[in-house]
């Protein structure tokens, strides 16, 4: 006999936060009563046939005029299917219900049909619910129905509506699909905030921001997809028990108990779970490597009950092999209620319980509330992640209408910090630990469709600019240079070519290539070093206030920065200044430009001696050549990786094009191509990479 789940009920909760009225939505989990044999349920076949509704095809008043009901729908199932072995073949069908809870009709329907079905269904629903019919000795599932409340409303009676545009006040229909397609599959809430099987949704214009990163799935959820329906080849997994032997002589099993892992190198949340009845968990599709894995009571379904112990590491250090399972059990030993229980997170003065949609390279000043967060010092609120720096001396207490205390503090994210979700760490004055795991998410790319966003061309071209010029492109210049790019149609040749055809021109069109060679002389010539990432887009923004031809303010002003007069103090005389600056190209550069010298101490002896005297060497054509390749692979660091060069990789670089004469054309094409294609630059916007080396050959 096949039972139903109806999983996903959500309710309307107001939230009064000292920035007015903030409404969301929390999910509730309901399962039948039934016993099962099985912890997990999932289709047993990995082909499934959906349905869609002709309802799809003429949207109610709970839609938003010209939405895209239909691509929302599909491509939120696009989405799972590129995460793991599943297929879905639709169909439509003029069913318009869900199956009633007795049994179900075999038929798996997805539906924004007001009927009085829909309506009872979701009585207590603001967004939707999904129905899943399922065999509870097998978990094999037979149907699952997903139905879009036709009715939305608030607590107060507000008529509430779905878009796919990001309307402010609106739920975003393509995250609704998604969420609930999770259910479909048979995957129930997570804790990690960030991931798309949260229990909660927020309206777009929440933090004054689109609500579309709910739309991309997270690590958290590609591990659970996976472990249901594959493929595992080449993963690992983490698994154990953990066992409450608090009560002196009584062994007794945590169930219901949030843990999760990070990756240590990076501080990405990687997978989750929620500990069963008997305390065990799993840890699945985990690449080898070094994991860092947390404990929290804190619910999946974010309900607000009070945790019953306090948050905790188990380990700091757990390997992972390709696959094999790495036991890690624990026993929690007898300890206080827990004092520190973060509750909400949030920027721009609001308060909330999703996650905080960052952009690389932005400071912003992030918001805590809960009971015990006062007793937190700056200097203990982190980020399980190098990629996020908090300033502890911006700590400050904040005057929120709430019942609990709420402060604030500014962190700084990181320009390269890639795509992923990560971890809230507080450590109050006594020493006890709390985590919101993935509270922070890095996601540029929620609104492209493709599973690879670099292959969406619109964000494709979009990124580029914003990389390589520090702007985004016109809706004019979008639409030519996308042009050539859709002309290829389903050509993957074609594509490849015009994609990197795309990224050369707009990289030898603008200012990037010129302004790396101009500051790398420089910073070659007065300190011996290439200038950094962080100093680079520095001088690049002040380097656009001035003319091409009339640099003297920059150069006045960089002579007068305390490195350089460390380096040449004040008493050092005209001819000694000439002669550590050509002492410095020399050993440096490799460039021995001593015939200059007569005229360089002539030049340091005027009135903006010392800037007179760079700025003639660094237009030395000797030196632009000496330092060309060096510029190139630099500037491709930059720009495409965000960060300054890693030694052996900038090293690797160099060789594979020292033989090659400068300002070749081809070279700095084969350079483009590399970086484009390499896995760290399609990491920046997602999980998945459809590009690799070999479209370089």
Not at 446 to 462: G, H, I, Q
Not at 470 to 494: F, N
Not at 570 to 586: G, N, Q, R, Y
């Amino acid at each position: 006999m096949q039972y139903p789940a109806a999983i996903i009920a959500s309710v309307a909760l107001f939230l009064t936060l000292g920035a007015g009225e903030r409404l969301e939505t929390r999910d509730s989990s309901e399962f039948d009563p039934a016993p099962q044999a099985v912890r997990h349920i999932r289709w047993p076949k990995r082909t499934i046939e959906i349905s869609f509704s002709n309802s799809l095809l003429t949207p109610g008043a709970n839609i938003k005029p010209d939405s895209d009901v239909v691509g929302a729908a599909k491509r939120a199932l696009a989405r799972w299917s590129s995460l793991a072995n599943i297929n879905f073949i639709v169909n439509w069908n003029s069913s318009n219900s869900v199956s009633p809870i007795e049994g179900g009709d075999g038929v798996s329907l997805i539906t924004i049909a007001d009927t009085p079905e829909n309506e009872l269904f979701n009585s207590d629903s603001t967004t939707a619910r999904t129905r899943v019919f399922f065999n509870p000795e097998t978990g094999a599932i037979a149907e699952a129905d997903i139905s879009i409340n036709p009715q939305p409303r608030a607590e107060d009676g507000t008529e509430l509506q779905f878009s796919t545009d990001g309307t402010p006040g609106t739920y975003d229909l393509e995250a609704t699909f998604t969420h609930e397609i999770g259910h479909l599959l048979g995957l129930d809430h997570s804790a990690v905030l960030a991931s798309t099987m949260q229990s909660r949704q927020a309206f777009n214009g929440t933090f004054g921001l689109p609500a579309m990163t709910e739309r991309t799935l997270s690590e958290d959820d590609r591990q659970k997809i996976r472990s249901l329906y594959g493929p595992a080849q080449r993963l690992g997994r983490i698994e154990g028990r953990l066992i409450d032997n608090r009560t002196q002589g009584v062994l007794t099993p945590l169930s219901g108990v949030s843990i999760w892992a990070e990756n240590v190198v990076t501080g990405r949340v990687m997978a989750s779970d929620v500990t069963a009845e008997d305390g065990t968990y799993e840890l699945e599709g985990l690449v080898a490597g070094q994991y860092r894995v947390m404990v929290s009571s804190a619910s999946a379904d974010n309900t607000g009950a009070p945790p019953k112990f306090r948050s905790f590491e188990i380990s700091n250090q757990v390997s992972v092999k390709t696959n094999a399972a790495t036991p890690l059990s624990s026993n929690i030993v007898p300890a206080q209620a827990p004092a520190l229980n973060p509750k909400l997170i949030g920027l721009n003065a609001e308060l909330s319980t999703v996650a905080l949609p960052l952009e690389p390279g932005k400071r912003v000043k992030l918001y805590l509330g809960g009971e015990g967060v006062d007793q937190v010092p700056g200097t203990s609120i982190a980020i399980n992640s190098p990629y996020f720096t908090v300033d502890p001396a911006s700590l400050a207490r904040e005057q929120l209408q709430t019942p609990f205390p709420v402060i604030s503090v500014e962190l700084q994210v990181a320009p390269n910090a890639p795509f992923g979700d990560y971890t809230l760490r507080l450590q109050s004055n006594s020493g006890e630990t709390a985590y919101v795991p993935g509270a922070i998410t890095i996601d540029p790319a929620a609104s492209a469709a493709l599973s690879n966003p670099v292959d969406d061309f619109r964000f494709f071209v979009n990124q580029h600019y914003l990389d390589l010029t520090g702007h985004e492109a016109d809706r004019a210049t979008l639409d030519r240079v996308i042009a050539p790019l859709a002309q290829c149609g389903s050509k993957s040749d074609c594509i490849r070519a015009r994609r990197i055809d795309v990224s050369t021109n707009l990289f030898s069109e603008n200012d990037l290539a010129a302004n790396t060679a101009f500051l790398n002389s420089l910073y070659t010539a007065a300190f011996g070093r290439r200038p950094k990432f962080a100093e680079f887009e520095t001088d690049r923004g002040a380097l656009a206030q001035v003319k091409d031809d009339n640099r003297a303010t920059f150069m006045s002003a960089f002579v007068q920065r305390a490195e350089f007069k460390r380096r040449y103090p004040a008493t050092m005389k005209a001819p000694e200044f000439v002669d550590a600056v050509l002492l410095s190209l020399a050993q440096n550069a490799g460039v021995d430009l001593g015939t200059e010298r007569a005229e360089l101490i002539g030049l340091a002896d005027g009135g903006n001696g010392r800037a007179s005297v760079l700025t003639k060497l660094i237009g030395q054509q000797a030196l632009i050549d000496a330092q060309y390749n060096q510029s190139l692979i630099l500037s491709h660091y930059f720009a495409y990786l965000r960060r300054d060069p890693d030694e052996s990789g900038y090293t690797t670089w160099l060789n594979s094009i020292k033989n090659r004469p400068p300002h070749d054309a081809d070279t700095a094409r084969s350079v483009t191509c590399g970086f484009l294609n390499s896995t760290e630059y399609q990491n920046r916007f997602g999980m998945l990479t459809t590009h690799d080396l070999r479209e370089c050959n």
